[in-house]
Structures are given as C-alpha cells and as structure tokens.
C-alpha cells in the first residue's frame, strides 16, 4: 500500500474531528448555541420533545456524541438544557453521549500521539504511563470526579499510555455519572426560566454546594492510590536503611 495512502487511512478520524471543529467556529454555528437563542425556541423544543420523546432522546444523544467528539465547548449548555426539556431521562443520555465521545477523542489521540510521543518524549511519557497503567481505572475515575482539568484533556492524555478503551469507558462512564446528575438536576430547575424566555443565571455551578461534593467523591477515590504510593514510598526508605 502506499505511504500516502496507508497515511490517510491512519488519520483519518483525527483529521475529521479537527476539520469538525474549525466548521464549528468558521461557519458561526457557536454563536448560534446560547442561552438566549434556546430561551427563544425552548417552547418548540418542549414541544417536540414532547411529542417524539424516542426521537428527541436520540438525537439529544447524538448530538452530545458529536459535540464530545469535536470537542465543542457546548457540552454543558447541552447537559443543562437536557435537564431541562427531558428530565432525569438526560442523565443517562449525556453518560451514553458523553463516553462514546470521549472514547472517540481518545482513538484519534492514540493514533496521532501515541507513536511520536513515545519516541520523542520518553522520560514524560514513562512517568504518565506510571500513574496511568499501574492505576489506570481508579486514577481517570478520581480525575473524571474532581473538575480540575477541562473535559478534552482528560480525553486525550491518558491516550498517552497504555490504558485500555475498555477502561477508558468504563472510569469515564462512571465518572462523570456524578457531576452529570447534579447538571441535570440544576438544569431541571432551570424548565420555568427558559419557558419565560429569560436567560438563565448559571452562576450556582461554581458554588461549593455544587463543586464541594464532587470534589469529595474524587479525593475518596484517590485514597487507595495514595495510600498505595506512601506505603511504597516507606517500604523503599525501610529498606535503604
């Protein structure tokens, strides 16, 4: 097979999920995702959800796919108005949509980096491997749980190891079930204001009340991983006594 072609068939999806989001942007499609242009429409959303509940539950679902896949920064607006128009069936739908993204960017990423970085970045990519490969699960889990990276990234980073899709999913799946309840909650609230045509103040996301719990859940998980690394690191200075 040529080396071009062999090439393209390699990159593909990356180059896909790049040229996604710079259609986003160049065509004006982000300024049409706003809080004041789904005040305005909300009732027709309601409406047909209403109506085609199936339908309107898998498009929502492919959309979120679509905006994880692209990496669009409208994934919380979509999880809000979610909660809005179809209640806690959202929660699953944005788990379901959110996940089968995140794996999709973690493919991409593994198929442009994995190679380059290794050969190119050695000593950096052995330490992530270490904390990614020895503790793969429990280590996304915990940073899925805590906010303290954006979305994408924790998508593309542990592409970096050698942690498998399965497990990918499965700590993303799991999560991102906490804080995606909570936004479905918060966007449940939210059903009067947009049907009044007002634009949502959204300042309580960043509240302890909402961030405290999640933040909680992340550093319980963390525990066996930390323990694991003190006790390691008393055993090695033990035994250099």
């Excluded at 068939?9 to 706003?34: C, D, I, M, Q």
């Excluded at 302890?208 to 909680?216: F, T």
Aim: charge should be positive; hydrophobic fraction near 55%.
């Amino acid at each position: 097979m040529p080396p071009k072609i062999s090439m393209l068939k390699t990159l593909w999806l990356p180059l896909l999920l790049v040229g996604g989001l710079l259609v986003f942007f160049a065509t004006g499609a982000h300024r049409a995702v706003s809080w004041q242009d789904i005040a305005q429409n909300y009732a027709s959303i309601t409406g047909f959800a209403d109506d085609n509940l199936p339908i309107a539950a898998v498009g929502f679902t492919l959309i979120y796919i679509l905006a994880v896949a692209f990496s669009l920064p409208i994934a919380l607006p979509l999880t809000l108005t979610g909660g809005a128009v179809l209640g806690w069936l959202a929660v699953p739908l944005v788990v379901i949509g959110a996940s089968a993204g995140a794996g999709i960017v973690f493919m991409a990423a593994r198929t442009i980096f994995a190679d380059l970085a290794r050969a190119r970045a050695g000593p950096f990519i052995a330490r992530l491997e270490s904390g990614f490969t020895a503790n793969a699960f429990s280590y996304l889990l915990a940073l899925r749980l805590i906010p303290v990276a954006p979305f994408w990234v924790m998508n593309i980073v542990p592409a970096f190891s050698r942690m498998s899709l399965t497990a990918f999913l499965g700590a993303t799946c799991l999560g991102i079930l906490p804080g995606s309840a909570v936004f479905v909650s918060v966007g449940r609230g939210l059903d009067h204001v947009l049907a009044a045509g007002q634009t949502p103040n959204l300042e309580i996301l960043g509240s302890p009340n909402i961030l405290g719990p999640l933040v909680a859940l992340g550093l319980l998980v963390l525990m066996p991983f930390v323990w694991k690394r003190l006790r390691q690191s008393s055993q090695q200075r033990t035994g250099d006594k």
